[in-house]
Structure formats: C-alpha cells, structure tokens
C-alpha cells in the first residue's frame, strides 16, 4: 500500500488532491517539440494553480533556477539533451509542490549545469519532500539526506552518507605523492605507513603517486601516522622523497559498488524495521567478514602478489612485437567476409533492391517490346471468301463472258447491272466488294477491265484482282481437270510498325529510360553502407587501427559490383527471354556486356564518391536514389534532345563524349538508347543487316568512356576519404611522394604558450622539448605519446575540413579550439583529459586521431610523427570512442576477430587473444549476439577490448563508461587499472571526476582550448582543491546532556578549530562544514582535535575528508566563465 499525506493512491478520489501535491521529473523527457520552455512553464503552472497576477514572476524565477532564460522563447526541438532535462526538474518544481519525484535528474548535463540544478534543488527542499533516483553516487552523496540501495525490488540498507560509508566503506585513502627521483622508496613508505596504522592496506602505485586503505577502525592511530610523515616531508629525515599528502573518506560509489558486488550474501528481509534513529537505519544484511578489500597487505606487498597486475585473466596470449604482422591478403578477406556478412543479415534490403530493379528494367522491356521484340506474325492469307459480299459485272463488249463470269462465280456471287459505274452508287442496299466492267474479251490473252472497289473493305482490291486473274489462268488451261488444283494465293504480311521517322526514338528513349532508372537505382541503394560506417564511426575506428585504403574500399568495391553484376545478368536475361533482336548480332552484344560490366565498377565508385556529401544514413536514403537519378537522365535527355535536332552537328557528339568520361550514371541510359535504336534505323533504311551499324562511334564512346570512369573516380574516392580522415593537401602531396616528417622537427614555441605563474605546466613543456628537441632517447625508453604546441584553429563558424581553401576577402577572426597543448604520456600512465563541454577536448582527440589536421604543431608516437589522413603509426594506437564504433548485425566475437586480423596477430593466436578478452570482461553470455541486441555496458565493453587487441603503445579512452550503469562501470575501472602496469599508456577524457580520480596517474584540465593545470590527482588537490569537508554525528543515546546542547557546544568547538569554516547543512544530531584549504595547516592536528572531541562531546562517528577533483574541476569552470 502507498498512501501520500494520508491519500491512499488506490482509492480514485484521493488522486485529485494527491496530484496537486507533487511536480514529477520522468527519466525519459516529455515536452512538446513546438513549444518553448516558457509556454511549457506557462502551461504546467496554470495546471498546477498558479494564479495569473503571480503567473509571470514564477515562471521567470523558474527560468532562471534552472538557468534556461537565454532560451527562454526557443521551441524544445531545438534544445540539447541537457537543456530539456534542466527544462522538465524545472516544469517538476513549478507551482511549488510539497511532493517532488526526480528520476535521474541530471543525465546529460554538463557538470557546471549539474552543480547548477543541485544547488537549486537544495534550496528547494526545506518544508519538502524529495524523492530522487540516480545512478550518480556524488549527486545522491550530496542532495539526499538519506540513501536506499535497492536490489532485485528490494530495499537493502537505508541510512546517511555518514552512516554507510562508516558501515559498508573500506575506510580513509591517504595518498604520498613523492619526488620523481631514485631509488623507489615504495617498500619503505610501506613499512612507515604499516608501523602505525598495522591494518592499513597498500592500494596501488600510479606514477609518482602511493595509495593507502587505512581502515576506519584505526582513526585514533592517525594522528601520530600524520605526524611522522609532516615532520618527513619538512626535514627528510629518512630520506622517504615523500613531497605531500592528502587524505579522502571513501565514497558512496564504493559503497554501492561493494553492496552490489556481495549481493550473493546479502540476506532475505520480509519486513523493513522501523528506523531507531532520526537520520540512519541499518539492516545488518552483510557481515563484515564478508569485505575482503581487495588492497594489499605488508605482507602481500614484499612477496610481490599482485592479482591486478594480470592482464584481463590468468591465460592472457602473451604478444612480441615480432608476432605483430600485417598481411594484406588475410586484411582483404576478412573485410570481404564483414561486408558478406552485413549483407547476407540484411536480406530483406537486398531483396528489394533487387525486386525495385528488375520492377523497372521490367516496364522498359515492355514499352521497348513494342518495336525491339522479333515479330512473330503469321501471314495472313486473302481469299474472297473472306468476304460475304457479292461483285457486280457489266459487259461493254459483243463477246460472251459466260466462261469468265462462270470461273468467277465458283468463287464468289456474281451480280449482272446496266449502266455506268455511277448508276451503283445510288444502290446503297447493295453489298459489294467491287464492280468490274469489260471493255474486252476477245481472247483470254487481250483481257481489259475497269474495276471501281469498296474502300470500306480492307484489302478488297488485291483480293478482287486476284479472283479475275484466277478465272482468266483457269479460262486459259487447254486441261480442264487440272483447273482445280492451280491457283495464286494472295496473303498479307505487313511490315512492322516504326515508331520514328528520323533520328528521334521516342520508344527507345522510354524503355531506355526505365531501364537505366533500374540500374542507377541500384548503385545509388547499395552504397548507403558507406554512409553508415562514418556516421557511426566505424570508418574512422577502421583507420586507426592500421585499415589502409585499399583494405577498405577493395572488398567494399567488390561485393557491390559483385550485386551489380548480378542485377545486370538478371536484366540480360529478361532481355533474351523476350527475345531482343540485339542479343543476338555479335556485334552489339560485346560492347554491351562489356560496358555493363565496366559501369557495374564505375557505378559503385561514383556512388561512393557522391555519398560524402551525406552525413547521416537517413538522409542519403531519402535523398541519394533521386539525386543520381537526375544526374544521369538530365545529360540523358540533353544528349538526345541534340541528336534528334541535328544529328550531323558536332556538338551533340561532343555533349556526348563529356558525359560518357564524366558521368557514370549517364551511361546505362544513353547505352540502352543507342543500341536498341539501331534495328530502327535499319528498317527504315531498309537495310539488309545491321551487324556494323551496332559498332557506331556513340557506342564505341561509351565503352571507352567507362573504362576511363573507373581509374578517375577511383582517384576522386581516395582525396575525398584522405580529407575525409583530416588530411591536408600539403599532407597530401607528401602521401604520393612519400616525404617524411623528421621526428625532430621544429615547431615554433609562442611566448604566450605557457603561464608564466604555472611552474607545472613549464616542467611538462620542457620535458616535452627535451624528447623533441633533444637527443633521442632508446625506443624503450621512449614516453608512448608526445604532443607538442598543438593548436587546431576554425574559420569563423565552420571546419576547415577541405583539402585546399579559397581564401576570402572577408577577414573572419578564427576560433581557437585548442592552443599550445603539450603533454607527454610515459609507459603505464593514464593521463586525463579534462574540460567543460567546448574545452577542447574531443578536438585534441580528433587530432590525435587525425581526424583533422593541425593548425600547428606535432604529435609523436613512440618516435613517429602522425600524418593525418593515412600514416603507419596508426598500428600503434587503440582508441576507444565515446559512441560505439559498432555494426549492427555483427556479433562481439566476429567484431574481436576482425580488428584481430586488422592488428596484424597471428592466425594461431587470435582465437586465443579473443578468449581471453571476452572471459577477462565477462563477455561470454554476448560473445554470440549481435551488437544490435547488446547493453550499452556490453557495447562499451566491446568498444574497450577492441582498443585492447595487439596490444598497442598507446590507448585512446573517450568516455569509455558513459551511460552504463555503476556496476559495470567499476568493472571496466577495475581492467584498465590492471592493464596498464607495463609498456602501454592511455589518454583518457571523462566528465566524470571520480574515474579521473580512480584512474588516472596525471590530470590536465583545458578551459577554452588550453591546457591550465596537470599533476596527478592528489597534487591538484592540494594546489586547487578548496579544502576539506567535516561531517559530524552526534550520538543520540547519550543520556548525561541534551543533544541541543551538545550540538551548540560542538558548533563553538568547531569555530574555534577552524575559524574560517562554513556550514553546508545543520541538522539536530548532524552537521557538515566546509573547510578552507588555508585553514588546514595539520591534518596531524586536526584529527588530533576531533579525536579528543569525539569523547567529550560524546560524537558517534565522523569524517574529515579532502574534496574531490570534481571541486578542483569546477575551480576552472568558474575560472572559464569569467574570461
């Protein structure tokens, strides 16, 4: 049962006073895409009661809580993701409901939005109630008084951030960060650390950088513990190299993280108790001997048992780089069986390309069919029996005509008249054929007649001529009994119809229409494959693991000229069983089945090349077909329109050679025209045969045309896909005459590159010089990646994406995405990328990638410079996107032995490697199911193993757990930690603090393109960090004084510890303080104090805790909005 305010939400008529109460924020956004954000505030207020004198001041003040004023008057359709996710909290908290119900809030906003929206919705949460759910541990950390961990619709453990990190956390992390000197101190710190905390677990080691687990249980050893290593880091007295250190509580994400992890022991409960306290309840679902941490003990850390320093599994395939070989022709197959496979999965699309082509080819063979087809008539024989109808007689002469009249008569009536000719013409009732008047009869031989006939009667007067002329042949036989047998037969058999009469076929120019629309389609359907490897990126991901360009696009071009040619045999064949009087002279049939055969080539290059101009599938699928379309039937129908006016000119016949060169799509349609106009032509010049009229210069044209098309677009494909992948024309000319780039060559260093005042940011820029300019290191020993001086600048609002630029007269101020970035990535660093939306980030990555081109500077791996567009350093690099690089209808494991095979491992090793990547991320359950069909965390986990194959230098991570839940996102933490502890290094760009904070060995943070800080973690903390946080509770039980008492004594004993501090919340029982970095001058002493006030003012457990990163982050992002 649920009841709110006492409303049971079961009963139908509570709901109208329930719905009053509360403002609902869904996971999913619900806005109308033609309404703005205040006509969507306006409507939710009215709904809610707001009254209209009030109306407009509410939905202003609304507006601006969840800072959506500048797009205030702007329709939903138009906002980011972010912006209607700040635009729904805000129709949720309009009207002021006391019941608010937030279902992940925040997903997809940008963290200074975030931090925005909690601080709104702390504000708001006095006299209300909050219901939030989120898989964002440091949201719920901050915005919830209380949290409930709920697994398998079950409520687990309920309580404060205080209460469950003391119940279910690992414990303080203090991290040493030491001089970057020899020898390694690491077993001694340990000893140091161990001596007096003896529980303490070490964590891991991340550059120059040592990680302890020290338990909550041994809070009162921490003040000696902080004292020796304060009084070491001053005097060296133990020659520890030790320069500064920090101490953190755990983290609700762990908490989480450790509850979801021991599930299994997690107890069955019926009923969920009731709270004996005000602000925490626990449920002892998970015993404590259950946490095994899976940090390191002493012991463990000098027997050298570490179980994270195992790449992915146990069984791991161990990789040289000697084992490391491309093979071309194994590279050519497997990419032949990927684009097999596609297809053969999307069958259905394959069906009705072939069904809409041979649907077309179909109705131009029946409009050609007309005129092109064989005749297959019979003659027709004329008798004058084929007439019921009599002929009329008139004899002029004085000899008898009874033996011709008598002949005549055995074969039709014969009807005796006086007169003339006129005198019939008045006798309408009569039913003749003819009339015939003889004017002599003296002998058989000296026959003459007059003949008037009926023209109503077709072929009357062949057939009335043939009747007398058989009467005077039997009249002149001496044989009487052969006059039977011997007669002329008359038959008619007409030509067939021409439908032209000079040098316009309007037959042939229609069918011909509909059969080259079949065959354009086609080529332009089959290439929308293209489209969709570079809108999901999977082209580019292709690229930078070493695909060259004669990998990519020959099994490419191969399969669809392969569906090519088998649409045109299936035309071909249409043609023969119709019977197409061109099929069958020699000499059409050969320039026909080899310039098909050539256009079936050219069609797939052409279409590829016209397919750049599209970004998105969809868009090529509604607009692609039409488009090559007409630009093969407007040449078309230019060309015929010229022959048909002067075929004698030149200029028709010149239009023609420049299609036949330029234009593939031209040539099926004029092909088809000037072929099947020939057996026209031949019968209307009556002409004998047409075997040589086949072989005409437009014909020879095209074939030679074709053949010219396939070398020249090939041509055009590789400079758009070079420009495509960021390569510049100098770039390019470099590429065809293989120039290469020194490793030491110079790039000019600005003045301004560095701040003076950053003494962090000057070491990195002479460490990079050094490797750069210096002398060069062995390989070995060489950082994984270089940058040096990066800077990508933008004209005005667009890319300079193109090969070569036209420049304008206009001078546009150009916008810098990243200036002067220098970094160096050693082997077994992770170095994060930071930055708000627009920094500069995915630009650096896109550079990296070479996906664009630089405006200055170098990028070096492993001693190589990268090229952009094509270059052989790419098989050093794995790069993990931000959106899966994936296809659809292809399984993990087919996509595992893929890149498998791109990387160059041996065939006897890529079952093996393959194993052992699906077993060490737990892909075994997916291995098998095609991607479509997949999680987003297994995506991601695919995206992460494929950057993993071969082993590369160095890995590119782009928000690699973006938008899977925490588990897996532990998960995916948990296997890069433990793979990059040799020869390999990461780059890694995050919008989230805590993976930078867990995973990486040196941060950089850019605000507007430039690099402002880097260190590790612990450093940035305390150089940028704003503190430290206290967080207090008071024991309730305590029955000596007054808890108000205790409280208000503990505030005065606070402010007198740390004067400068401020509270963040206060509560009866429980308060928090935020602590300035200035204020804290000896962790030493400040855990001394809190630990003497823990008994005195009888405090049931605390937290004194450095801020995070993401507070150092948001430094900067306060610093970037006010440049």
């Not at 008084?145 to 687990?156: F, L, Y």
């Not at 891991?204 to 290593?229: C, E, G, Y």
């Not at 509270?1063 to 001394?1088: H, K, W």
């Amino acid at each position: 049962m649920i009841t709110i305010c006492g409303y049971d939400i079961r009963k139908p008529g509570s709901f109208s006073n329930i719905h009053q109460m509360i403002g609902l924020c869904p996971q999913h956004d619900i806005l109308f895409d033609v309404l703005s954000p205040y006509e969507h505030l306006e409507f939710f207020a009215r709904i809610r009661g707001v009254s209209s004198s009030s109306l407009e001041e509410v939905i202003i003040r609304t507006l601006k809580d969840i800072d959506l004023e500048e797009s205030a008057n702007v329709f939903c359709k138009y906002l980011s993701g972010g912006q209607r996710r700040k635009l729904s909290v805000g129709i949720a908290i309009i009207g002021d409901p006391k019941i608010i119900i937030l279902d992940e809030p925040t997903a997809g906003v940008d963290i200074v939005s975030k931090r925005h929206l909690w601080t709104v919705l702390q504000n708001k949460k006095h006299d209300k109630v909050i219901l939030l759910s989120t898989h964002f541990m440091d949201e719920a950390d901050i915005l919830a008084d209380r949290k409930a961990v709920i697994s398998k619709g079950r409520v687990r453990c309920c309580g404060t951030s205080l209460f469950l990190k003391n119940k279910f956390g690992v414990g303080y992390h203090l991290t040493l960060v030491m001089r970057d000197t020899l020898p390694d101190k690491t077993s001694d710190i340990v000893n140091l650390v161990c001596e007096f905390v003896p529980k303490a677990k070490y964590s891991r080691k991340i550059a120059h950088d040592l990680s302890f687990i020290l338990p909550l249980n041994s809070v009162d050893n921490f003040p000696l513990l902080f004292t020796t290593i304060e009084e070491e880091i001053k005097t060296q007295s133990r020659g520890l190299n030790i320069i500064s250190y920090g101490v953190s509580m755990t983290t609700l994400g762990e908490v989480f993280f450790r509850l979801e992890k021991n599930e299994e022991d997690l107890s069955e409960v019926n009923d969920f108790p009731q709270a004996t306290q005000k602000h925490s309840t626990y449920l002892p679902l998970i015993l404590e001997s259950n946490y095994d941490d899976k940090g390191k003990s002493m012991q463990d850390f000098q027997t050298g048992d570490h179980e994270d320093s195992e790449i992915m599994v146990d069984n791991a395939v161990e990789l040289r780089s000697d084992d490391i070989i491309k093979k071309p022709f194994y590279i050519f197959f497997a990419m032949l069986k990927l684009r097999m496979l596609c297809l053969m999965r999307d069958f259905k699309t394959f069906i009705n390309i072939v069904i809409i082509t041979l649907i077309f080819c179909f109705i131009g063979i029946l409009i050609m069919g007309h005129e092109m087809i064989a005749p297959s008539m019979k003659p027709l024989p004329l008798n004058i029996g084929t007439f019921e109808v009599a002929i009329a007689m008139h004899n002029e002469t004085s000899h008898s005509v009874a033996r011709l009249s008598s002949h005549i008569s055995n074969d039709m009536k014969v009807e005796w008249y006086n007169g003339s000719f006129a005198s019939l013409l008045n006798k309408s009732s009569l039913n003749l054929i003819a009339a015939v008047n003889i004017t002599n009869c003296c002998h058989p031989s000296n026959l003459s007649f007059s003949i008037v006939y009926n023209d109503t009667q077709i072929h009357s007067l062949p057939t009335v001529i043939n009747t007398i002329n058989n009467a005077v042949y039997r009249m002149m036989l001496d044989n009487a009994s052969m006059t039977q047998n011997r007669t002329f037969t008359l038959s008619t058999h007409p030509f067939q119809k021409i439908s032209s009469s000079g040098n316009f076929n309007y037959l042939a120019f229609i069918g011909s229409f509909w059969l080259g629309m079949g065959l354009v389609i086609a080529s332009a359907t089959i290439v929308i494959d293209a489209i969709i490897d570079r809108e999901t990126k999977s082209k580019n991901q292709l690229r930078v693991n070493g695909l060259s360009f004669l990998g990519y696009y020959g099994p490419y071009i191969l399969i669809f000229t392969g569906i090519m040619i088998i649409l045109c045999f299936g035309l071909l064949c249409l043609l023969y069983l119709f019977k197409f009087e061109c099929l069958k002279e020699t000499s059409a049939l050969i320039p026909l089945l080899g310039t098909v055969f050539l256009f079936c080539i050219s069609s797939v290059t052409f279409t590829t090349c016209v397919s750049f101009v599209f970004n998105k599938a969809e868009t090529a699928q509604t607009h692609m077909a039409n488009m090559i379309i007409f630009l093969g039937l407007i040449p078309f129908a230019i060309t015929t329109a010229l022959y048909s006016v002067n075929s004698d000119s030149m200029a028709p016949y010149i239009a023609h050679l420049i299609f036949s060169v330029l234009n593939p799509m031209y040539v099926p349609y004029s092909l088809f025209y000037f072929i099947f106009k020939v057996p026209s032509a031949c019968r209307l010049n009556l002409a004998l045969s047409c075997s040589s009229q086949y072989l005409n210069k437009e014909v020879i044209t095209l074939v030679v045309g074709t053949l010219l098309q396939i070398p020249i677009y090939l041509s055009v494909l590789f400079i758009l896909d070079y420009g495509k992948a960021g390569g510049s024309f100098t770039d390019f000319v470099h590429q065809i005459f293989r120039i290469k780039s020194n490793m030491k060559r110079k790039t000019s260093v600005s003045s301004n590159a560095i701040p003076s005042e950053n003494c962090d940011l000057k070491a990195e820029q002479e460490k990079v010089d050094s490797f750069i300019h210096g002398s060069i290191p062995p390989l070995s020993n060489y950082p994984v990646i270089v940058v040096q001086n990066l800077k990508k600048e933008y004209l005005g609002k667009g890319k300079l994406s193109k090969l070569c630029k036209k420049k304008s007269k206009v001078q546009v101020e150009p916008k810098v995405a990243v200036k002067n970035l220098s970094f160096v990535v050693e082997s077994g660093d992770i170095f994060g990328l930071l930055g708000h939306n627009g920094a500069g980030k995915s630009t650096a990555i896109r550079l990296i990638t070479a996906e664009e081109t630089p405006t200055k500077g170098s990028i070096n791996i492993r001693g190589q410079n990268i090229v952009p567009g094509i270059s052989d350093v790419f098989g050093l690099i794995g790069y993990c996107p931000q959106h899966d690089a994936q296809w659809k209808t292809i399984t993990i494991r087919e996509h595992l032995e893929l890149y498998s095979v791109i990387r160059g491992i041996p065939t006897r090793k890529i079952k093996r490697t393959i194993d052992s990547l699906i077993t060490g991320l737990q892909l075994e359950e997916y291995a098998n199911v095609q991607t479509q069909h997949c999680s987003g965390g297994t995506k991601r986990k695919l995206s992460f193993a494929i950057s993993m194959i071969g082993n590369p230098c160095v890995v590119l991570m782009d928000e690699p757990t973006t938008g899977i839940d925490h588990y897996s996102r532990r998960f995916i933490w948990d296997k890069i930690i433990t793979t990059f502890q040799g020869k390999q290094g990461a780059i890694l760009t995050t919008h989230s603090m805590d993976e930078a904070d867990t995973l990486c060995t040196k941060v950089g943070i850019m605000v507007q393109g430039e690099l402002r800080c880097i260190g590790s973690t612990q450093h940035l903390k305390n150089q940028y960090g704003a503190g430290y946080t206290l967080e207090i509770k008071l024991n309730h039980s305590d029955g000596s004084t007054s808890i108000l008492e205790r409280h208000n004594a503990l505030k005065l004993f606070v402010d007198q510890l740390f004067p400068e501090a401020s509270v963040e919340s206060d509560f009866i029982g429980r308060i928090v303080y935020n602590v300035p970095q200035e204020s804290v001058t000896s962790l030493s002493m400040c855990f001394t104090q809190l630990e003497q006030a823990k008994e005195n003012f009888k405090i049931e457990e605390y937290s004194f805790s450095q801020t995070t990163l993401e507070q150092v982050f948001l430094n900067f992002a306060i610093y970037e909005s006010e440049l």
